[in-house]
């Protein structure tokens, strides 16, 4: 069976990077989410240091992620082609995907998934540093802190989300996983779900 590159490896290790440090941020996050999801502070050891480590994880991991960003981008911006995609899409919900029109390396809704991540991210880094006690909250109004607390919030849930589709998605489409964990793909995995992006890299460019 022929495989083709999809994903260097730095970009691999990128990834994981910030899976890791996803999961870290977010346990220690949901310590303080609500009082019955307080004992995930034991695995930082203790509310102090799950307060004290969580900001610095996610500052971690939305630095990691810029990594990714800017590699990325460009793979992700929106075209005509997303239009005729978006609207075959419940379609391939529904499990007929033989509608689909041809996609390059990554379909409507892997850049909606992209961009979700990017933006609720952007959020959270920024309304994070507004409430960073003790560096940065005496800088603003209660006011502006609370309102950032639900912001933050409201974009971790978004961020949680988005990231469930990501790696459901990554599953249900037989051959994704391989991506990510060896770089490569089969050449039959990408005619069938990203032909443009197929023959680009079949004709060397």
């Known amino acids: 069976m022929k495989y083709?590159?999809?994903?260097?490896?730095?970009?691999?290790?990128?990834?994981?990077?910030v899976a890791l440090l996803f999961v870290l941020a977010g346990l220690s996050g949901l310590a303080f989410f609500h009082p019955s999801l307080f004992f995930f502070s034991h695995l930082f050891g203790g509310g102090?240091?799950?307060?004290?480590l969580h900001p610095?994880?996610?500052?971690?991991?939305?630095?990691?992620?810029?990594?990714?960003?800017?590699r990325l981008k460009a793979d992700n911006a929106f075209n005509e082609?997303?239009?005729?995609?978006?609207a075959k899409m419940g379609e391939m919900l529904k499990g007929k995907k033989d509608g689909l029109p041809p996609?390059?390396?990554?379909?409507y809704g892997q850049k909606m998934v992209f961009w979700t991540l990017a933006i609720s991210l952007f959020v959270l880094l920024v309304t994070g540093f507004m409430?960073?006690?003790?560096?940065?909250a005496h800088y603003f109004p209660?006011?502006?802190?609370?309102?950032?607390?639900?912001?933050?919030?409201?974009?971790?849930?978004?961020?949680?989300l988005a990231t469930i589709m990501h790696v459901y998605a990554a599953i249900w489409v037989k051959g994704t996983v391989r991506a990510m964990t060896r770089g490569t793909v089969s050449e039959a995995w990408a005619k069938k779900n990203h032909p443009l992006w197929h023959s680009e890299v079949t004709r060397g460019k």
Do not use: Q, T
């Open 131 to 136: 409430f960073w006690r003790p560096w940065f």
């Open 81 to 86: 082609g997303d239009k005729a995609w978006k």
């Open 103 to 107: 996609v390059g390396k990554y379909n």
């Open 4 to 17: 083709l590159r999809r994903y260097e490896d730095r970009d691999r290790m990128n990834h994981w990077a």
């Open 48 to 52: 102090s240091w799950a307060r004290i």
């Open 142 to 160: 209660i006011d502006v802190i609370r309102a950032a607390v639900l912001l933050h919030s409201i974009s971790a849930v978004v961020l949680v």
């Open 56 to 70: 610095f994880l996610g500052l971690a991991m939305a630095l990691c992620f810029l990594g990714l960003f800017f």
